[in-house]
C-alpha cells in the first residue's frame, strides 16, 4: 500500500486544518499527529497480518478424502427376536454409599 492512497480521503483536511491550527493551538496539531501515528500503525500491523496469513496458507496441505468401506459384518437377521434391556442406574452413590 502507499501511503498517499492508504491515508485516505479523510485525512488530507485534516492536514489541511493542521496548519492553522498549528498557529491556533497545539492540542489539535497533537491529537493529529496522534491520529496520523495510530493510522500507520494500523497499516503496519494489517500488512503484517496480510504476510503472516499469506505465510500460513503456504504451510497448509491437502489431504485426500477417504470413502467409507462398507461393514464386514451382515446386519442382524429380520427373524431374530429383538429386546430391549433397560437397567436402572444405582439410587446411591456407590463411593459415598
Same mark, same amino acid.
Given at each position: 500500500m502507499n501511503a498517499a492512497t492508504s491515508t485516505g480521503p479523510w485525512i488530507e483536511p485534516l492536514r489541511d486544518r493542521r496548519a492553522i491550527q498549528v498557529v491556533v493551538g497545539g492540542t489539535i496539531a497533537r491529537l493529529l499527529d496522534q491520529l496520523e501515528l495510530t493510522l +500507520? +500503525?494500523? +497499516?503496519?500491523?494489517?500488512?503484517?497480518? +496480510?504476510?503472516?496469513?499469506e505465510i500460513a496458507a503456504a504451510?497448509?496441505?491437502t489431504v485426500a478424502s477417504f470413502t467409507r468401506r462398507?461393514?464386514?459384518?451382515?446386519p442382524f437377521p429380520e427373524h431374530q427376536r429383538r429386546e430391549r434391556v433397560i437397567v436402572p442406574g444405582p439410587t446411591a452413590c456407590n463411593c459415598c454409599g
Open positions: +500507520e +500503525e494500523l +497499516e503496519i500491523s494489517a500488512t503484517e497480518d +496480510e504476510l503472516a496469513a504451510k497448509t496441505t462398507r461393514p464386514s459384518h451382515k
